[in-house]
């Protein structure tokens, strides 16, 4: 962007020139054609000496005088009518350029220019256009005001700080898109870092499917993976629970309101264990969905129970496999932070305070490191955390500020809903509808705009838009920017490493920045590619890799819930395949019956004979 340096202040527009010993070269152009969004300047390639300035170039911002007002606008094209150059003379050239708004001069002396998005006063044909001074592209993009934070600089003028209304951007939603290694995971880690300075009182959740995140903000930072998660199988509701039973496949509907039946009862024989199946009906009644812990084995228990009632004997293959889907799931190492516990209690207040940092202690950002966990895990978890994100902000009345921060957003939220899980689309929809209410407010990180569900997408009310080559991805975002500013989207497809288009509640206009650079020590993901990259001379551990590949910790693996001993000498089909090698002392430890395990199985390691 060509500027002027000088420094200027509050002087009349009335004449063109404002300084009789002012350089010809400022006067650019004339305007020769003018509708209602764009305008057409006569102006010539080359100076009479034959030499070419290089004045005008795309992207590049104007200003058109009018005497009292001054219409900027952004170069969108240029070119010579007749196609052709000239060595001897000037070339006139034809610019193309989109009324953005107008600029006045404040009230006062001296005052600030003042920036308005509408235009008053359309360019008449003859109007001078020039360079636009540092002054007025200032006020282009002053933020009137607002809370605002500054993530870089102007592409069109590295001196001018690049801002943004933190508080209109968080609370309104916003989303980051671009294509792959455009630098969006590096934008995401600035927007948080200066987020945080701003808003000490925010918790962020991260739901992290690369696991690149806690490297990159490691003093804020609380790491949660499924090795450390506490997540128990009570607080889920029950869709989501058949979503861990069913592993991802079309529900029974006949189980699934076995289950409506049985949960409750089971929860009203841990709050009342003498009270039998007799749920009690009333305001304080429990229902499937209710947040209060039970036990496994009382749900077992009811199946059968239920199963061996005379009138159920339609339902018995129903009720059979409802418990071997149970049994299965508890049993499941993948599942470790759900049925792991061997004391069922109510740990409802230290489950949602470590995940959600309340209290914070100067850490108010949870990683959730999802790498290598298996679809159907992801979409139970992420279910659960964006229903009690939203619940925690609906219930402490705007006391807690959180922010729910999803990348690779179109992997739990795409636009076929056959493919994502639809209680975590209906989460994260609330969030996304209702969230700026009670103060949670969602942010969407993704390469793909055009598989996000167009909902979700709809509600970001600012946008920061980096490469994208995809033409259904830049038809996206086109149906989303205003039209003042549509030609501005013609540089998605070629712009430069850790530059960005923000339109949007966020910022005063369209800005085109380039996002300040961040140490290499603090980039997304740099820690885990430097424990990854191997020294000369060493070899890949096949074992480590073939155990995680099996999900085994390095330890001797103990035996899982439900499990049986089977004699490794033994082949199946044998008589007494399933029978154990040899009787087991009984176990003097205090173990726990209430969880439905068996005491000679369950916990207890191998007995070498």
Known sequence: MYVEREASVGEPTSQERRDAEQNDKRILGNVVQCDGARATISAYANDA???????????????????????????????KSD???????????????????????????????????????????????????????????????????????????????????????????????????????????????????????????????HNEFAASLPEYCVRVDSKTLDLPFWMFKLEEFAEVLFRGRETEPEEIDALRDL???????????????????????????????????????????????????????????????????????????????????????????????????????????????????????CSVLARLAFDLALWSEGKLQLLFL???????????????????????????????????????????PGELDPTILSQCSTFFAMRLANEQDQAIIRSAIADSSASTLAFLSSMGQREAIAFGEGVATTMRLKFEKLPSDLLPGTAKREEATSKPGDDVDLVAI??????????????????????????????????????RAPSDDDFDMRYGLKPATFGLRPQND
């Open 49 to 79: 000496d034959g030499a070419v300035t290089g004045l005008w170039t795309v992207g590049k911002m104007i200003s058109i005088n009018l005497g009292s007002t001054r219409t900027v606008g952004l170069v969108y094209a240029i070119g």
């Open 83 to 209: 196609r052709a150059w000239s060595n001897e003379g000037q070339n006139a050239i034809e610019v193309s350029i989109e009324l953005i708004g107008e600029v006045r001069d404040g009230a006062e002396p001296g005052g600030k220019p003042v920036f308005d998005r509408g235009i008053t006063t359309y360019p008449h044909i003859g109007a001078v256009a020039h360079r636009i001074r540092t002054r007025d592209l200032q006020a282009v993009y002053d933020l009137a005001g607002r809370h605002s934070i500054t993530i870089g600089t102007l592409a069109q003028d590295e001196t001018i700080a690049a801002n943004i209304a933190i508080d209109d951007t968080l609370a309104r939603h916003f989303a980051i898109v671009g294509t792959t290694g455009v630098g969006k995971s590096t934008a995401v880690s600035l927007l948080l870092r200066k987020s945080i300075a701003a808003r000490p009182d925010l918790r962020i959740l991260i739901l992290d499917p």
């Open 263 to 381: 949960i409750p009862a089971a929860k009203n024989l841990y709050r009342n264990p003498n009270s039998g199946s007799y749920i009690r009906r009333g305001s304080d009644a429990l229902t499937a969905d209710t947040p209060v812990p039970y036990r496994i084995a009382d749900l077992l228990k009811q199946i059968d129970e239920r199963m061996g009632m005379l009138e159920s004997k339609t339902d018995r293959p129903t009720l059979k496999s409802l418990k071997t889907r149970i049994e299965s799931a508890a049993a499941d190492p993948r599942y470790r932070f759900m049925f792991n516990s061997r004391l069922i209690e109510d740990t409802i207040h230290e489950t949602i305070g470590n995940i959600f940092r309340v209290p914070h202690h100067g850490r108010p950002v949870t990683c959730f490191e999802m790498a290598g966990m298996p679809s159907e895990v992801v979409n139970s978890v």
């Open 406 to 448: 999803c990348e690779e957003a179109h992997r739990y939220m795409p636009a076929d809903p056959r493919l994502g899980f639809a209680p975590t689309r209906h989460a994260l929809s609330r969030i996304a509808k209702e969230g700026r209410k009670y103060g949670c407010y969602l942010g969407v990180v993704t390469q793909r």
């Open 546 to 583: 073939v155990e995680r590949l099996r999900n085994l910790p390095k330890t001797t693996q103990q035996a899982m819930a439900f499990a049986e001993v089977v004699d490794s000498g033994r082949q199946a089909g044998d008589p007494d395949y399933r029978k154990p090698p040899a009787a």
